[in-house]
T-cell receptor, first 113, second 112 residues
Framework: AQSVTQLDSHVSVSEGTPVLLRCNYS??????LFWYVQHPNKGLQLLLK??????LVKGINGFEAEFKKSETSFHLTKPSAHMSDAAEYFC???????????FGTGTRLKVLA | NAGVTQTPKFQVLKTGQSMTLQCAQD?????MYWYRQDPGMGLRLIYY???????DKGEVPNGYNVSRLNKREFSLRLESAAPSQTSVYFC???????????FGPGTRLTVT
C-alpha cells in the first residue's frame, strides 16, 4: 500500500528566507514522487518529479527536492522565498508503472513581507 | 494547445438535481482521471479511465458515474446531487512517458 504524509499543514516564512516543506512517503514498490503547486482558485501545476533517476531533483521557480530512500522522505526546498510562492503545495506518490496518484493533504505556504 | 479543459467553471445545484461535468484534453493521452478536492483532504480519486473504452472506480466513487466518450473526453455525472458533493472537481490526464498528470482548472460545485 502507498501513502504520503505532509508533516506541516501550514508554513510561514519571510520573503528572502529559505523554504522547507516536508513530505514522507510509504510505498511497497519503487515510487515515483511529485510536488505540485496550487495557487488560489487555480488548477495544479507540476513543480518537479522524481522517477528513479538523480536523487536531487530540480524544478521550476527555483524549487528542488531530494529523494532519500533511507528516510522515506522527499522534502521540497527553495533557498529564498518570493511573495509569488504563496500557495498550497501537494506531495504525491505513485508506483512506477501505475497510473494512480496518492496525494498528501497539502501544505499551505505563507510568505511574509 | 489548450491542455486539459473543464466546463463549467462554477455550478450551483439543488439537492436531487443532476448534472454532467465535462473534461477534454488535446495531448493525445490515454489515461484520464476525476478527482475531488475538499479542505484539508488533498485530492481524492473518484474514477479513472486507463484507456479509451475502460473506466474504473477510485477511492470515492459513490454517487458518481463516468463516461469515456472518446480518447479526448471524459465526463463525470452526478445523478442526484447531495450537499456532501459540494467540492472542487479536477480532471487530469496522464503523460505516460513523463509519468506525470496534467490538471484542468477545476469546477467549483455547490449543492444546496
Amino acid at each position: 500500500a502507498q501513502s504520503v504524509t505532509q508533516l506541516d499543514s501550514h508554513v510561514s516564512v519571510s520573503e528572502g528566507t529559505p523554504v522547507l516543506l516536508r513530505c514522507n512517503y510509504s510505498s511497497s514498490y519503487s515510487p515515483s514522487l511529485f510536488w505540485y503547486v496550487q495557487h488560489p482558485n487555480k488548477g495544479l501545476q507540476l513543480l518537479l518529479k522524481y522517477t528513479s533517476a538523480a536523487t536531487l531533483v530540480k524544478g521550476i521557480n527555483g524549487f528542488e527536492a531530494e529523494f532519500k530512500k533511507s528516510e522515506t522522505s522527499f522534502h521540497l526546498t527553495k533557498p529564498s522565498a518570493h511573495m509569488s510562492d504563496a500557495a498550497e503545495y501537494f506531495c504525491v506518490v505513485s508506483s512506477a508503472g501505475t497510473y494512480k496518484y496518492i496525494f498528501g493533504t497539502g501544505t499551505r505556504l505563507k510568505v511574509l513581507a | 494547445n489548450a491542455g486539459v479543459t473543464q466546463t463549467p467553471k462554477f455550478q450551483v445545484l439543488k439537492t436531487g438535481q443532476s448534472m454532467t461535468l465535462q473534461c477534454a484534453q488535446d495531448m493525445n493521452h490515454n489515461s484520464m482521471y476525476w478527482y475531488r478536492q475538499d479542505p484539508g483532504m488533498g485530492l481524492r480519486l473518484i474514477y479513472y479511465s486507463a484507456s479509451e473504452g475502460t473506466t474504473d472506480k477510485g477511492e470515492v466513487p459513490n454517487g458518481y458515474n463516468v463516461s469515456r466518450l472518446n480518447k479526448r473526453e471524459f465526463s463525470l455525472r452526478l445523478e442526484s446531487a447531495a450537499p456532501s458533493q459540494t467540492s472542487v472537481y479536477f480532471c487530469a490526464s496522464f503523460h505516460l512517458q513523463g509519468g506525470e498528470q496534467y490538471f484542468g482548472p477545476g469546477t467549483r460545485l455547490t449543492v444546496t
